[in-house]
């Protein structure tokens, strides 16, 4: 029977609710702030989050910086917000990962062509997944971690939850399964977006995936002369 993630995230915010104590400190990966922007809205009322910013995927360090400062950006002005009283939740907090895209290159080596979705996508998952669980280990300051990845339509919720509850068993860290599309939440990420008018690139991260949306972009408009 297939899993409900979304209901499963859930279930886990009511029960920690329910119990009034302190809230957890939840570890979450982000890989953008377009896609981070929903998945913090959702959880920060309940849980206080620390972004873990770890994307060496993105091949290109210019198109990486770009990033990092939406990342920022998007969480100062939340904080802002939840300082004033205008936005409900507890404040956040964002580091910063590594960036070495060749761990990147290493782990897609051999498996360059495949397309998104496909075993590079999942070893790349797992990069980032992985890095986020290890890093948890080391600080032993988190309850949680969990993952912005599965916002996006375009991203296997399936693999992305299956990866984090192996490195989860692995580790001896808590993986807070989740499918962040549910009840709209990529439309939703896409209102937020707008509303804080963030850079939101059209392809994934990896050159690979740049290269793949050219190449889709040139046929639509090949298509329609
Ligand atoms: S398309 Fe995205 S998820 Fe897939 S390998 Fe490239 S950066 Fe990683």
Partial sequence: MNRNYQQE???????????????????????????????????????????????????????????????????????????????????????????????????????ENCPERGERCHRCYELRLRRTAEYMRETGGFDCFATTLTLSPLKDSDKINEIGERLSAEYGVMFLVSDFKKKNGYLRSIELSKEYDLYRQDYCGCVYSKAQRQREKAEKERKQE
């Fill in 9 to 111: 995230m859930d279930a886990y915010i009511q029960e920690v609710t329910e119990t009034g104590s302190k809230p957890p400190r939840l570890l979450l990966h982000s890989c953008c702030a377009p896609c981070s922007s929903y998945c913090i809205e959702y959880l920060c009322e309940f849980l206080e989050i620390t972004v873990f910013y770890y994307n060496p995927n993105i091949s290109e360090s210019e198109e990486y910086k770009k990033r990092v400062v939406e990342q920022k950006r998007l969480i100062e002005c939340y904080n802002s917000e939840i300082v004033s009283g205008s936005r409900k939740g507890f404040k956040i907090s964002v580091v910063e990962g590594d960036y070495d895209p060749q761990d990147f290159f290493d782990i897609a080596k051999g498996y």
